[in-house]
């Protein structure tokens, strides 16, 4: 039997996991249906796309720090593509 509603947990971990890759269409259908009625599992999808988004411009940031910045560039690169990926 398939269930469009998933609990609490499982959307968190939905949110996270559609962070790094897409989900199905069940998941998304069952997501989209719990965070229009959970205004706590939405508040936290928009915490975890703002940190996301921090981290990004973080990595940007990181591009432009002079080569006199502690991390070496090699570092700073490996840094900004690990924040790059999905």
Same mark, same amino acid.
């Given at each position: 039997?398939?269930?469009?509603?998933?609990?609490?947990?499982?959307?968190? =971990?939905?949110? @996270? +996991? !559609?962070?790094?890759?897409? %989900?199905?269409?069940?998941?998304?259908?069952?997501?989209?249906?719990?965070?229009?009625?959970? =205004?706590?599992? @939405? +508040? !936290?999808?928009?915490?975890? %796309?703002?940190?996301?988004?921090?981290?990004?411009?973080?990595?940007?940031?990181?591009?432009?720090?002079?080569? @006199?910045?502690?991390?070496?560039?090699?570092?700073?690169?490996?840094?900004?593509?690990?924040?790059?990926?999905?």
């Amino acid at each position: 039997m398939v269930t469009w509603m998933f609990n609490c947990r499982e959307v968190t =971990r939905l949110v @996270s +996991e !559609s962070l790094d890759r897409r %989900l199905g269409l069940h998941q998304r259908i069952g997501l989209r249906m719990h965070l229009w009625m959970c =205004r706590f599992c @939405s +508040e !936290s999808k928009r915490q975890m %796309l703002s940190i996301r988004e921090a981290m990004r411009s973080y990595a940007e940031h990181l591009e432009k720090v002079e080569s @006199s910045a502690p991390l070496s560039a090699a570092v700073r690169s490996r840094i900004k593509e690990a924040l790059k990926q999905k």
